[in-house]
């Protein structure tokens, strides 16, 4: 919701991490946040508002000691770190971010009484800096020039995100119809520099700042909204909307700079430091760069496409008790030809305490412009191996080389029923089951990892492990249900209650999967594997409990909160290595406990504690079945000791305070 007449507030809240990490005190991610909004007004429909804002952290950090040899001389000497004793120099947890953001709303009334033309526009611009590593490169790794970096090197990938966007239009009725005619556009630029990195290619020659290039995206969309209520027989209220829209979208790769992915002439080095002959990896470390579209394997793109749609929502009472709505929606695109959808939905009340409602509909998602040309090479951890995997786009000759096939858009259907029930003027519940069918889904493929794909890519001079791509490769089922309670209680001069529970399940199923290609079966790789299954069947919680209590009175308000949240599994892909398979982890349920306090000792002024995660609460750790700790297992070392898959993270307890002022 857009501010207009509402008051202006100046606000600004400090906090940071403050957590027992594995008996270790933690103070880190710092978080400082100020702000300002305030506005002018004539009347409801002629005003001026406007907020600015700066938002920063500092990253967080839980990891543990790597325990390997880090350079060729401990290697040989038989030196060996523990967790306890080893240098931290990795980093996991929350990147560092640096965020201005601006907004303003206005709107202005023209002269005719009620339903004249009311002028409005609002827009925004937000500029972000973040810093973010990779995984550290030790000085005796393929991947490290060690002239450079003869302690090592742990890369970073600084990003800055430009997004701005704006919105004109005009509303208000003519012969009977409320109008709304608006036009909307926006655009979102990620640059990305590595920092503190090396191209192994280039060798000595090889800088350790690099630009690596640009994703772009924009959006153009103007609509045309038409509403008004009729009486069919002087009777039955029909509510009719209809209207129209045209939208292009735009996606753009531009190219880093030529040392950030050219292929150079050197070769890794030996223990003594005399070549050997394996080429040394292309591109900077962590991230190479966009490479230009006139090179081989190149990424950079210039997309383009539009749609244009129209649609119709019908909305009638039949009788005091039995509300219906059908609504339709027509839309043809420029690159994925024309869909029609619809939706139907009634409410029945059966007396004002107890309503039933319920719907059906169809969806439609034609694919993204970024999951259709999108590519990159970045590191992934496989079984505990990193590996450099290549995201193709889809309609690339290497994507097609390895059987990929051109997008198709999602389909789905979607059915829902409820009951809201209010047994107590204070006390409202709702109960709701919802199934969502999608046939054509588009997910990541699994990574195709082995030694016939790595060669494939070694013939064209491109040093990766391995690739993957965009796919529509299954089909999913996904049912659940929504309980959600609110009930106050009035204490009188001892103040006032309200309490809030929630409880959500949801199950995720694949229903089908696309048969592996040739190409690819052929090779021994499998177009979904289990590894991407499980992220969707397995990967987020199947149950989620929320409850609240809020208590105001006088000048204090106090508020505790608990969710719980589900089991979540990740799995590793099939290995003839008994250890391997035995990776596979559960990660218990956990609750996780937030409170804080305020009081108001002015008029306008409010300061504000509080604790997210008051308990400390940590994920399961992952376990360490299979890793050892000497150079070249496929583990971890025992470095990450928490999973990227936990729902609420890893940084632990984070303290803050708030001080509010309103205009």
Same mark, same amino acid.
């Given at each position: 919701?857009?501010k207009?007449?509402?008051?202006?507030?100046?606000? =600004?809240?400090?906090?940071?991490s403050?957590?027992?990490?594995?008996?270790t005190?933690?103070?880190?991610?710092?978080?400082?946040?100020?702000? #300002?909004?305030?506005g002018?007004?004539?009347?409801?429909?002629?005003?001026f508002h406007?907020?600015?804002?700066?938002?920063g952290?500092?990253?967080?950090?839980?990891?543990?000691?790597?325990?390997?040899p880090?350079?060729?001389a401990?290697?040989?000497g038989?030196?060996?770190?523990t967790?306890e004793?080893?240098p931290v120099?990795?980093?996991?947890?929350?990147?560092?971010t640096?965020?201005?953001?601006?907004?303003?709303n206005?709107?202005?009334?023209?002269a005719?009484g009620?339903?004249?033309?009311?002028?409005?526009?609002?827009?925004?611009?937000?500029? %972000?800096?973040?810093e973010?590593a990779?995984?550290f490169?030790r000085?005796?790794d393929?991947?490290? #020039?060690r002239?450079?970096w003869p302690?090592?090197?742990l890369?970073?990938?600084?990003s800055?995100v430009?997004d701005?966007?704006?919105?004109?239009?005009v509303?208000?009725?003519?012969?009977?119809?409320?109008?709304?005619?608006s036009s909307?556009?926006?655009?979102?630029?990620?640059?990305?520099?590595?920092?503190?990195?090396?191209?192994?290619?280039?060798?000595?020659?090889?800088?350790t700042?690099?630009?690596?290039?640009?994703?772009?995206?924009?959006q153009?969309? !103007?609509?045309?909204d038409?509403?008004?209520?009729?009486?069919v027989?002087?009777?039955?209220?029909?509510?009719?909307?209809?209207g129209? /829209?045209?939208?292009?979208d735009g996606y753009?790769?531009k190219?880093? /700079?030529?040392?950030?992915?050219? =292929?150079g002439?050197?070769?890794v080095?030996?223990?003594?430091?005399n070549?050997?002959?394996t080429?040394?990896?292309p591109?900077?470390?962590?991230?190479p760069?966009?490479k230009?579209?006139n090179?081989?394997?190149?990424?950079?793109i210039d997309?383009s496409?539009?749609n244009?749609?129209?649609?119709?929502?019908?909305?009638?009472?039949?009788t005091?008790?039995?509300?219906?709505t059908?609504?339709?929606?027509y839309e043809?695109?420029?690159d994925?030809?024309? =869909?029609?959808?619809?939706?139907?939905?009634a409410?029945?009340?059966?007396?004002p305490?107890?309503?039933? %409602?319920?719907?059906l509909g169809?969806?439609?998602?034609?694919p993204?412009?970024g999951?259709?040309y999108?590519?990159?090479?970045?590191?992934n951890f496989?079984s505990?191996?990193?590996?450099?995997?290549? !995201?193709?786009?889809?309609?690339?000759?290497?994507?097609?080389?390895?059987?990929?096939?051109?997008?198709?858009?999602?389909?789905?259907? &979607?059915?829902?029923?409820?009951?809201?029930?209010?047994?107590?003027?204070?006390?409202?519940?709702?109960?709701?089951y919802?199934?969502i069918?999608?046939s054509?889904r588009?997910v990541l493929?699994?990574?195709f990892?082995?030694s016939?794909?790595q060669?494939?890519?070694l013939?064209q001079?491109?040093?990766?492990?391995?690739a993957r791509?965009?796919?529509n490769?299954?089909?999913t089922?996904?049912g659940?249900?929504?309980?959600?309670?609110?009930?106050?209680?009035?204490?009188g001069?001892?103040?006032?209650?309200k309490?809030?529970?929630?409880?959500?399940?949801t199950?995720?199923k694949?229903?089908?999967?696309k048969?592996?290609?040739?190409?690819l079966g052929?090779q021994?790789?499998?177009?979904f594997? %289990?590894?991407?299954?499980a992220?969707?069947?397995?990967?987020?919680?199947r149950?989620n409990?929320?409850a609240?209590?809020?208590y105001?009175?006088k000048?204090?308000?106090?508020? #505790?909160?608990?969710?719980?949240?589900?089991?979540?599994?990740?799995?590793?892909?099939?290995s003839? &290595?008994p250890?391997?398979q035995?990776?596979d982890?559960t990660?218990?349920?956990?609750?996780?406990?937030?409170?804080s306090?305020?009081?108001r000792?002015l008029?306008?002024? =409010?300061?504000?504690?509080?604790?997210d995660?008051v308990?400390?609460?940590?994920?399961?750790?992952n376990n360490?079945?299979g890793?050892?700790?000497t150079?070249?297992?496929?583990? &971890?070392f025992g470095?990450?000791p928490?999973?990227?898959?936990?729902p609420?993270?890893?940084n632990? %307890?984070?303290?803050?305070?708030r001080?509010a002022y309103s205009?």
């Amino acid at each position: 919701m857009l501010k207009s007449t509402t008051p202006g507030e100046i606000s =600004t809240t400090l906090g940071q991490s403050a957590t027992d990490f594995l008996g270790t005190n933690k103070h880190d991610g710092q978080v400082g946040q100020a702000a #300002v909004n305030a506005g002018v007004a004539s009347g409801a429909s002629s005003f001026f508002h406007g907020g600015i804002e700066y938002r920063g952290r500092g990253y967080t950090n839980r990891t543990l000691g790597d325990p390997r040899p880090q350079t060729f001389a401990e290697q040989s000497g038989g030196i060996t770190h523990t967790n306890e004793t080893g240098p931290v120099n990795h980093r996991q947890g929350d990147a560092a971010t640096s965020d201005y953001l601006a907004f303003v709303n206005t709107g202005y009334q023209l002269a005719g009484g009620n339903g004249a033309p009311q002028l409005y526009a609002f827009g925004g611009f937000g500029h %972000r800096e973040a810093e973010a590593a990779g995984f550290f490169r030790r000085s005796q790794d393929a991947r490290t #020039v060690r002239a450079l970096w003869p302690n090592g090197f742990l890369p970073l990938i600084h990003s800055t995100v430009i997004d701005g966007s704006g919105t004109i239009g005009v509303k208000g009725e003519a012969s009977g119809f409320r109008y709304d005619l608006s036009s909307v556009y926006g655009r979102n630029t990620f640059d990305f520099d590595v920092l503190h990195s090396n191209n192994v290619s280039l060798g000595n020659a090889s800088p350790t700042d690099f630009y690596a290039g640009q994703l772009g995206f924009d959006q153009w969309t !103007t609509n045309l909204d038409l509403y008004r209520e009729v009486r069919v027989m002087d009777a039955l209220p029909l509510r009719i909307g209809f209207g129209g /829209e045209f939208r292009r979208d735009g996606y753009q790769i531009k190219a880093g /700079e030529l040392a950030s992915w050219e =292929t150079g002439t050197a070769f890794v080095l030996d223990a003594n430091g005399n070549p050997t002959t394996t080429r040394g990896a292309p591109g900077a470390q962590v991230f190479p760069g966009f490479k230009p579209a006139n090179q081989p394997g190149g990424n950079t793109i210039d997309a383009s496409r539009h749609n244009t749609a129209l649609y119709a929502d019908v909305e009638t009472d039949l009788t005091r008790q039995l509300l219906l709505t059908v609504a339709a929606r027509y839309e043809d695109y420029s690159d994925f030809g024309s =869909t029609t959808n619809g939706r139907a939905a009634a409410r029945f009340t059966i007396v004002p305490q107890v309503v039933l %409602r319920g719907s059906l509909g169809t969806g439609f998602r034609a694919p993204s412009l970024g999951q259709s040309y999108f590519s990159s090479t970045a590191t992934n951890f496989i079984s505990g191996v990193p590996n450099d995997i290549l !995201t193709l786009p889809v309609e690339s000759q290497d994507a097609k080389a390895l059987g990929a096939q051109s997008l198709r858009p999602e389909k789905s259907h &979607n059915y829902s029923a409820g009951v809201a029930l209010e047994p107590l003027p204070t006390l409202g519940v709702t109960v709701d089951y919802y199934q969502i069918v999608m046939s054509d889904r588009i997910v990541l493929s699994g990574n195709f990892i082995g030694s016939a794909i790595q060669n494939y890519f070694l013939a064209q001079g491109r040093f990766v492990n391995g690739a993957r791509y965009f796919t529509n490769a299954i089909n999913t089922k996904t049912g659940g249900v929504d309980v959600v309670a609110n009930y106050g209680y009035n204490l009188g001069t001892a103040g006032a209650l309200k309490f809030t529970a929630g409880y959500n399940r949801t199950q995720s199923k694949v229903t089908h999967i696309k048969p592996t290609p040739a190409l690819l079966g052929n090779q021994g790789e499998t177009l979904f594997d %289990r590894v991407e299954r499980a992220r969707i069947e397995e990967g987020q919680p199947r149950s989620n409990v929320l409850a609240s209590v809020m208590y105001d009175v006088k000048r204090w308000s106090f508020t #505790v909160r608990g969710q719980r949240f589900g089991a979540v599994t990740s799995r590793n892909p099939l290995s003839s &290595n008994p250890a391997t398979q035995v990776r596979d982890q559960t990660f218990g349920a956990k609750v996780i406990t937030d409170v804080s306090g305020s009081y108001r000792v002015l008029d306008r002024l =409010t300061i504000t504690i509080g604790s997210d995660n008051v308990f400390d609460v940590y994920p399961d750790r992952n376990n360490q079945i299979g890793n050892n700790t000497t150079f070249g297992g496929n583990s &971890n070392f025992g470095i990450f000791p928490y999973n990227q898959i936990s729902p609420f993270g890893f940084n632990g %307890r984070f303290v803050y305070g708030r001080l509010a002022y309103s205009l």
